[in-house]
């Protein structure tokens, strides 16, 4: 059964905590405990494929979805040929202890899809299971990742309709144009003047209004979520943990038992979130490597237990950590404080209405047994995609750049040998310029189309282009309305006919 993080719902099954999302008391849904694997199951999944593993895990989450139906969610999600992989979530042997997990091999070339191509099935299956009549609206507010990935993955699925939400100038132009473009009679798209935090706090401002939501309600509809605060999005992408794993014993890189470090680069910590509870489950996990750019709000509350979002914003290589307010570190919280939601509510409130909170030095001292954090600047990212290539033939995304050299840095100052699994979550060619300009310098990239860049990387790093991205360049511009925050309500209610 599902709870609330800050205590005032409890009781819920897995369908009914993704139909709703978010908790009507500002909480996210957590299960009431963590399944436990033993040594065996961990070993059994090495002979099974990528979607049978999936199967595995999420049935221990997911009680009260049967056998069949979470094999027919897991089938559709990343059967046929949705991934370029047939491994769906390879791991990549880069040099003697690095491997890279590359999670972009689905349709918007982003980690994104791991989740997003599964929550839409889980969701309408819920639907069904819960009796639900209403349209359901799903609200992302995203980076730049997660609304393309909800767009692909909810594109004409009956009885939802899909808003997102992205920061004007906070995304890069393949996002952009891949978001602008989106068919679908169900979608729409909208650029909100302000940056990421501005469009997750709109979004979960309308979520926590009452009256809006009545509103909603007398017209047939109601709110859900596609962002990592719901469940169905954070709980498929504990899958891709183990996986990792299994690959790596099953191809004797390491032995049954062996600890290894995940480094993941991350804004929101839902990337970060579903590791930790790979490891609560038993997965042998050393230590999960936070890594962010110069938004660095996270490495800061996890070296010194104070989360301040009263700082500096910063648009960098790596927009999709460009974020100051993380909403899945409530959900570590409440593990850590032994599902204290009274605790979690003061500290809510405190940033709400502070800008900041901090935790005492005993909850301090066991985040940092798992979570060492570091973090890179624009400078540093660009070098280390340029070397990286240069010295292994491999070409980094910006966000992988940051996880490598954070993970770097931290070998360094440790002398942890652990083999080391950078979490990549992106494809080099979603963040083509910056990429490029690594490898050859500004110049080389100054006055070239988007898609002539394209081209370009792809002879540089001998990789083909994915088909997705080159189809941009002859694709309609469909959703061209921007907002100020302010206006996301009443945008909300335009598009769906609310008087």
């Given at each position: 059964m599902y709870l609330s993080t800050r205590g005032q719902v409890d009781h819920l099954t897995a369908a009914q905590a993704i139909a709703q999302g978010i908790a009507p008391d500002g909480g996210l849904f957590v299960p009431e405990a963590i399944p436990f694997v033993d040594e065996p199951f961990i070993v059994r999944l090495q002979s099974l494929s990528y979607q049978e593993r999936a199967a595995a895990i999420l049935q221990l989450f997911l009680t009260d979805y049967t056998e069949d139906e979470l094999k027919s969610c897991v089938a559709g999600a990343y059967g046929g040929s949705k991934f370029s992989s047939p491994a769906v979530a390879p791991v990549v042997k880069v040099s003697d202890r690095i491997f890279a997990l590359e999670l972009w091999h689905g349709p918007t070339s982003a980690f994104k899809d791991m989740?997003?191509?599964?929550?839409?099935?889980?969701?309408?299956?819920?639907?069904?299971?819960?009796?639900?009549?209403?349209?359901?609206?799903?609200?992302?507010?995203?980076?730049?990742?997660?609304?393309?990935?909800?767009?692909?993955?909810?594109?004409?699925?009956?009885?939802?309709?899909?808003?997102?939400?992205?920061?004007?100038d906070g995304v890069s132009q393949i996002q952009r144009l891949q978001m602008v473009t989106q068919e679908g009679g169900n979608l729409k798209v909208f650029a909100v003047k302000g940056n990421f935090d501005d469009a997750q706090t709109g979004v979960k401002r309308?979520?926590?209004?009452?009256?809006?939501?009545?509103?909603?309600?007398?017209?047939?509809?109601?709110?859900?979520?596609?962002?990592?605060?719901?469940?169905?999005?954070?709980?498929?992408?504990?899958?891709?943990?183990?996986?990792?794993?299994?690959?790596?014993?099953?191809?004797?890189?390491?032995?049954q038992g062996d600890k290894v470090n995940f480094v993941v680069p991350t804004g929101n910590f839902g990337n970060i979130l579903a590791g930790y509870y790979a490891k609560l489950m038993g997965l042998p996990i050393n230590k999960l490597i936070c890594a962010s750019n110069s938004n660095n709000v996270l490495t800061d509350f996890l070296t010194t237990g104070v989360y301040s979002r009263n700082r500096?914003?910063?648009?960098?290589?790596?927009?999709s950590m460009d974020i100051l307010i993380s909403s899945n570190l409530e959900r570590l919280l409440y593990q850590i404080t032994k599902q204290d939601s009274k605790q979690i509510n003061q500290w809510m409130e405190?940033?709400?209405?502070?800008?900041?909170?901090?935790?005492?030095?005993?909850?301090?001292?066991?985040?940092?047994?798992?979570?060492?954090?570091?973090?890179?600047?624009?400078?540093q990212t660009a070098a280390t995609i340029g070397r990286v290539h240069k010295e292994f033939g491999y070409a980094l995304d910006p966000h992988t750049a940051v996880a490598w050299q954070v993970a770097e840095t931290y070998r360094q100052q440790t002398g942890d040998t652990s083999l080391n699994i950078i979490v990549s979550t992106a494809s080099p060619f979603k963040f083509n310029q910056t990429v490029l300009n690594a490898l050859v310098g500004a110049e080389c990239v100054k006055d070239k189309s988007e898609f002539a860049v394209l081209k370009q990387l792809s002879q540089i790093i001998d990789r083909p282009?994915?088909?997705?991205?080159?189809?941009?360049?002859?694709?309609?511009?469909?959703?061209?309305?921007?907002?100020?925050k302010q206006d996301m309500p009443m945008v909300v209610k335009t598009a769906l006919n609310i008087k």
């Open positions: 989740a997003l191509q599964l929550l839409p099935r889980l969701l309408s299956c819920a639907l069904k299971k819960i009796g639900e009549q209403a349209q359901i609206v799903i609200l992302v507010a995203t980076s730049g990742d997660t609304g393309k990935a909800a767009l692909e993955g909810f594109k004409d699925v009956e009885q939802t309709q899909v808003m997102v939400f992205y920061p004007e309308i979520f926590s209004d009452n009256a809006f939501n009545a509103e909603l309600a007398n017209g047939g509809f109601k709110l859900s979520s596609a962002n990592s605060i719901n469940w169905g999005r954070l709980v498929p992408q504990i899958v891709y943990y183990f996986s990792a794993y299994a690959d790596l014993v099953r191809n004797q890189q390491i032995t500096q914003f910063y648009k960098t290589y790596s927009p405190e940033l709400n209405t502070t800008g900041e909170y901090r935790i005492g030095d005993e909850y301090l001292a066991a985040i940092k047994e798992v979570f060492p954090a570091g973090w890179v600047d624009d400078v282009v994915p088909s997705a991205l080159t189809e941009l360049e002859h694709k309609a511009v469909r959703h061209t309305t921007i907002c100020g």
